[in-house]
């Protein structure tokens, strides 16, 4: 099953972060990603001009009913916590999850259930455990779980409780983050299919007269 969403969650030190990992990612990247970073609730539209500074990629602000586009980076709103749906995204004001909103492991938690095996989960930098919750559930629903080394992390707190909960997750170095999401996306996409029956084809002889070799059915 091929994976079609790619979810990230920061906090404290996200901004370093999630520029190493954006510029990691080759023009031709065809998943959506959905970044949520913690954010003061009166910050502006700012994380998105300082992010599409580094990457090919169309990066926008999640607005209520966004739809995923191949290759399009989505950054959660302050005070809006994001619902991954079927093919969209939500915006919701629930009470913080934690203190936190956005909320990480409520993104993760919706992408889970909405994708399962199709995402790509990854917890980064931060200085709290939003987000191990979260993670736990996209690996249990047969998804991809991806942690940050906490020792490149600027705050190991929010990488270290993901991979309590999570202890299977692949740790990567931020600085590898990036090219190793594209190289997960291209092993996907180059899988050979798996062959469903090695019973020969059948094949039916030519009609009286005509001198032709059998066909092959289909």
Same mark, same amino acid.
């Given at each position: 099953?091929?994976?079609?969403?790619?979810?990230?969650?920061?906090?404290?030190?996200?901004?370093?972060?999630?520029?190493?990992?954006?510029?990691?990612?080759?023009?031709?990247?065809?998943?959506?990603?959905?970044?949520?970073?913690?954010?003061?609730?009166?910050?502006?539209?700012?994380?998105?001009?300082?992010?599409?500074?580094?990457?090919?990629?169309?990066?926008?602000?999640?607005?209520?009913?966004?739809?995923? $586009?191949? #290759?399009?980076?989505?950054? =959660?709103?302050?005070?809006?916590?994001?619902? +991954?749906?079927?093919?969209?995204? %939500?915006? *919701?004001?629930?009470?913080?999850?934690?203190?936190?909103?956005?909320?990480?492991?409520?993104?993760?938690?919706?992408?889970?259930?909405?994708?399962?095996?199709?995402?790509?989960?990854?917890?980064?930098?931060?200085?709290?455990?939003?987000? $191990?919750? #979260?993670?736990?559930?996209? =690996?249990?629903?047969?998804?991809?779980?991806? +942690?940050?080394?906490?020792?490149? %992390?600027? *705050?190991?707190?929010?990488?270290?409780?993901?991979?309590?909960?999570?202890?299977?997750?692949?740790?990567?170095?931020?600085?590898?983050?990036?090219?190793?999401?594209?190289?997960?996306?291209?092993?996907?996409?180059?899988?050979?299919?798996?062959?469903?029956?090695?019973?020969?084809?059948?094949?039916?002889?030519?009609?009286?007269?005509?001198?032709?070799?059998?066909?092959?059915?289909?």
């Amino acid at each position: 099953m091929a994976y079609e969403l790619v979810v990230i969650g920061t906090s404290w030190g996200g901004l370093h972060a999630l520029r190493k990992v954006l510029g990691g990612l080759p023009a031709g990247f065809d998943l959506p990603v959905v970044i949520v970073q913690h954010r003061h609730r009166d910050s502006d539209h700012l994380l998105v001009s300082l992010l599409q500074e580094h990457t090919p990629l169309r990066v926008c602000e999640v607005e209520d009913k966004s739809e995923l $586009a191949p #290759g399009d980076v989505y950054v =959660a709103p302050a005070e809006y916590h994001v619902l +991954v749906e079927p093919g969209h995204l %939500a915006l *919701s004001t629930e009470e913080p999850v934690r203190f936190s909103r956005p909320s990480i492991d409520v993104t993760f938690e919706s992408a889970a259930d909405a994708y399962g095996a199709r995402t790509i989960g990854i917890v980064m930098t931060g200085a709290n455990d939003d987000g $191990a919750r #979260g993670l736990r559930r996209i =690996a249990d629903r047969g998804g991809a779980a991806i +942690v940050q080394d906490p020792a490149t %992390a600027e *705050s190991p707190i929010m990488p270290n409780a993901a991979l309590r909960l999570v202890p299977e997750a692949h740790v990567a170095p931020i600085e590898e983050m990036g090219k190793f999401i594209a190289k997960l996306q291209a092993r996907q996409k180059t899988a050979k299919r798996p062959i469903l029956s090695s019973e020969p084809p059948r094949t039916k002889p030519a009609a009286a007269g005509e001198g032709k070799p059998p066909r092959e059915t289909r």
